[in-house]
C-alpha cells in the first residue's frame, strides 16, 4: 500500500528573473513565512549566480563527497576501534563504557550542527570547513598519546566530533545551494562519500593497528585528514554571501508543524542507525558497500518522485530489515539480507531528509535548518546507542541481540508513522509530488 505515494507527476518550476523572484516572494510571504523572499528553488536577490547547476557546481558536490568521506566515514570507521578497545586494550570494561567514545563522537558531530549553521551566515564557510578538518586532525593525533578510557573520551570523542561537523555539515549542504534539478542525487553523491570512506578507512585503521599498532593508526589518519580537508576547504563557497543574522539563534522555523515532523521522524530514525555501525564491526562492512548505491538510488528517486514520498518506503523497508529479517531468523543468509536492505535504505535516509528540507525552506539557510535537524539526531544517536549497549551488556549478556533488534526496528517505525503524517499534512492527494 506504501507505493501509493509514489507516482510521477510532472512540476513546472520555471527559472525566475530577478524581477518575478520579488514578485513571487510576495505571495509566498502569505503561505509560509520561512520561505518569504524565496522563489520554487529556494533563489533569493543575495545568490551568486555564476557557475549554478555548472561542472564547477558538481565539483563542489564532489568535493562534499570526500569531506563527508573523511568525517562521516571515519565515524562510521569506528567500531574496528571500538572492537581494539573491547577486546585488546579494555579488557575489563564494559562495552556500555567504552561505546561512550563512539556515542559521544555521533552526538557532538551532529549536535554542533547549529553552531555551523550559525558561523556560515557570518564568516567565509571556506575558513570555516579548513579550521575544522585542521583541528579534526589533531585530535585524532591527540587521541594516539591518551592510554585512558576517559582521555579517548574527550579526544577521539567530544574534540573529534565538534571539529568534525564543520567540514562535514558544510560538505552536505553547500553542494545543495549549488545544484537544482538534480539536488537529490547530489545529496546521493555526497553521502555516498560517507559509505567509501566507511570502507576504505575500516580496512585501512585494521590494517595500521596490526602492523603499527593503535597509536600509528590515529596518527595515520589524522594526518590525512588534515591534508585533505584543508586542501578541499576553498571549494565550499556558500552561494550566499555571507552576512550577519538579525537573531544568534533564530527558532522562528521551529514554530512550524512540517518542520516539527520531520524533526521528530529524524529523531526516531537516525538513532537506531548508528548502532550497526558501533556494536557489530563485519556487519558493518556489508552495509557500508551496499549503502554506497543505496544513497545514489534513493537521489535519483527522490528527484523524480519527491524526497517525502521515497521517505516513507525507505524508513519502512529499514524497519523491515530489523523485524522482518534478522529478529526472527538466526541465521547468516538472514542477517546478510537484514544488512543489504538496511544498507541500502537506512543509510540514505538522513541524505532525503536534508533534500525534503530544501524542498519545504529553500536552500538560503539549509545550513542552519539542516543543523537544527541534526541537533535532534545528535540526541537520538548517543541516546539510542547507549540504550543499546545496555541492553546487549545486561539482557543479552554481550551476545544476544534480540532486544537491541526490537527496539532500533520499533523506533524506525514509529518514525515511517510520522513521515506518513508529514506527506498526509502536504497533501492527501496520492498523486502528489512532495
Known sequence: MIFIFCVNIPVTQPCLSSTSTVASAGKLSNQHPSSASLDSYGHDAGYINKGYNSWQAWLVVLAGGVLAMITLGASRAHGVFQEYYIIDEFPNASTADISWIGSVQNMCLNLCGVAVGILSQIYDTRILCAAGAATMGLSFIVASFCTELWQLV??????????????????????????????????????????????????????????????????????????????????????????????????????????????????????????????????????????????????????????????????????????????????????????????????????????????????????????????????????????ASLMLDTVGHGTDYTWAILYTGMLLVISTVILVALRLKLSTKLLFFA
Open 154 to 387: 574527550l579526544a577521539q570523542g567530544f574534540a573529534y566530533g565538534c571539529a568534525a561537523s564543520f567540514p562535514y555539515i558544510l560538505g552536505v549542504t553547500v553542494p545543495m545551494q549549488w545544484i537544482e534539478k538534480r539536488r537529490g542525487l547530489a545529496v546521493g553523491i555526497v553521502y555516498m562519500g560517507s559509505g567509501v570512506g566507511g570502507i576504505w578507512i575500516s580496512v585501512l585503521t585494521r590494517t595500521c593497528i596490526e602492523a603499527l599498532g593503535r597509536d600509528w593508526a590515529n596518527r595515520i589518519l589524522g594526518i590525512i585528514m588534515i591534508v585533505v580537508g584543508v586542501a578541499l576547504s576553498p571549494l565550499m563557497l556558500a552561494r550566499r554571501p555571507k552576512q550577519r543574522p538579525k537573531k544568534l539563534l533564530d527558532l522562528s522555523v521551529v514554530k512550524e508543524s512540517r518542520f516539527l515532523l520531520i524533526a521528530a521522524a529524524s529523531f526516531f530514525s537516525m538513532g537506531p542507525n548508528t548502532v550497526p555501525f558501533l556494536m557489530m564491526p563485519t556487519y558493518v562492512t556489508k552495509v557500508l558497500e551496499e549503502s554506497i548505491f543505496g544513497r545514489l538510488i534513493a537521489g535519483f528517486l527522490s528527484d523524480r518522485y519527491g524526497p517525502i514520498n521515497i521517505l516513507v518506503i525507505w524508513t519502512a523497508l529499514a524497519a523491515f530489515s530489523q523485524l522482518g529479517l534478522w529478529l526472527p531468523f538466526k541465521n547468516v543468509p538472514a542477517l546478510i539480507a537484514a544488512a543489504a536492505l538496511f544498507g541500502v535504505t537506512g543509510s540514505s535516509i538522513i541524505g532525503m531528509l536534508l533534500n525534503a528540507l530544501s524542498h519545504m525552506f529553500g536552500v538560503a539557510r539549509i545550513t542552519y535548518i539542516s543543523g537544527l535537524v541534526y541537533m535532534t539526531y545528535s540526541i537520538a544517536s548517543l541516546a539510542t546507542a547507549q540504550s
